[in-house]
């Protein structure tokens, strides 16, 4: 299986704040990446599909880059909404997999 | 706009089997992946198994192999996800997602908590 890796665990961050979360993959998964945000007791939201295409309806502060096995997320001026954990899905191969999260807290 | 709906929250006791429906409305049923996942307390999501409902051909994740059964009933439109030999470990939200495209998950349900005591 591939596993993914979430870095930072926890980031903790003011409104207005560029914050970026990365991700590795323990193999090349070429741009078959995705980034959803997760708010507690809420179902997960995608954001990001093929590593840097942002989800109809999801603002443009969010972005995308990256290819092969390292990847990063970033909100260019972090929102009050915006609170949240943040977890990668790698979909190159069966069986799909999520990085363990990334909490992004107020400071 | 398609929506996902799921079945109700389940107490089971170990050892026996639970089932989780999700009902899809607002799309063409047939024109969509359905996907199961979960998330156990304080983890990440972990993919169980999908169905492709115009062929009925299910894959699954190996670690659930034999344990895990997910049907369609193209009539309703429904797709049901049977786990059985339920342990405590399987403690978890699950969820019905569907495929955006190529293995991204664009529309949720809004989840069903099992718990295994």
């Known amino acids: 299986d591939i596993q993914m890796t979430q870095s930072p665990s926890t980031l903790s961050a003011s409104v207005r704040d560029r914050v970026t979360i990365t991700c590795r993959a323990t193999?090349?998964?070429?741009?078959?990446l995705a980034w959803y945000q997760q708010t507690p007791g809420k179902a997960p939201r995608l954001l990001i599909y093929k590593a840097s295409n942002l989800e109809g309806g999801v603002p443009s502060r969010f972005s995308g880059t990256g290819s092969g096995t390292d990847f990063t997320l970033t909100i260019s001026s972090l929102q009050p909404d915006d609170f949240a954990t943040y977890y990668c899905?790698?979909?190159?191969?069966?069986?799909?997999?999520f990085g363990q999260g990334t909490k992004v807290e107020i400071k | 706009q398609v929506q996902l709906v799921q079945s109700g929250a389940e107490v089971k006791k170990p050892g026996s089997s639970v089932t989780v429906s999700c009902t899809a409305s607002g799309g063409i049923f047939s024109s969509f992946d359905i996907n199961w996942l979960r998330q156990a307390p304080g983890q990440g999501p972990e993919w169980m198994g999908g169905?492709?409902?115009?062929?009925?051909?299910?894959d699954y994740a190996q670690k659930f192999e034999g344990r895990v059964t997910i049907t369609v009933d193209k009539t309703s439109p429904t797709v049901h996800m049977e786990l059985s030999s339920l342990r405590s470990d399987d403690t978890a939200v699950y969820y019905c997602a569907r495929d955006g495209g190529s293995g991204w998950f664009d529309v949720w349900g809004q989840g069903t908590l099992v718990t295994v005591s």
């Open positions: 899905q790698q979909y190159n191969s069966y069986p799909y997999t």
């Open positions: 193999q090349d998964i070429s741009d078959w």
């Open positions: 169905i492709i409902p115009v062929l009925d051909k299910a």
